[in-house]
């Protein structure tokens, strides 16, 4: 059974940093596709950022590109966020995912679209004080 553990998430100044991590157990490390996600009660879910842990890719919401870093370490079993130029929009609870990879358009392989992911960890929240 694959488990997510979130931590790393507080309260931080406008400007300041955070560095979350997800602790992954029950895979084998590097087969899934992992996301962060974020979300604010009454608003939608957002994926922020993902890795295809086979080939190390990442993509980025427009939201967080050129502030955020998503990151794997395999000795440790841990993917991380890191989050740089904190603003209040980015005050929300955040969650890692996992997920198989998917076949999409034209055969190719891809990770799976948010909805698709199947494992969650509890979360952690992050504040930002304007």
């Known amino acids: 059974q694959v488990q997510l553990v979130e931590s790393g998430g507080g309260s931080v100044q406008a400007g300041g940093s955070l560095r979350l991590s997800c602790a992954a157990s029950g895979y084998t490390f590097g087969s899934l596709c992992i996301g962060w996600f974020r979300q604010v009660p009454g608003k939608e879910r957002e994926q922020v950022a993902l890795?295809?842990?086979?080939?190390?890719?990442?993509s980025y919401a427009a939201s967080v590109k050129g502030r955020f870093t998503i990151s794997q370490d395999n000795a440790k079993n841990t993917v991380y966020l890191q989050m740089n130029s904190l603003n209040h929009d980015d005050t929300a609870m955040y969650y890692c995912?996992?997920?198989?990879?998917?076949?999409?358009?034209?055969?190719?392989?891809?990770?799976?679209?948010?909805?698709?992911?199947?494992?969650w960890g509890q979360g952690t929240q992050v504040t930002v004080a304007s």
């Open positions: 890795v295809s842990q086979g080939d190390g890719s990442t």
């Open positions: 995912a996992a997920g198989s990879r998917r076949t999409g358009l034209f055969g190719r392989s891809e990770c799976p679209t948010p909805s698709e992911y199947s494992y």
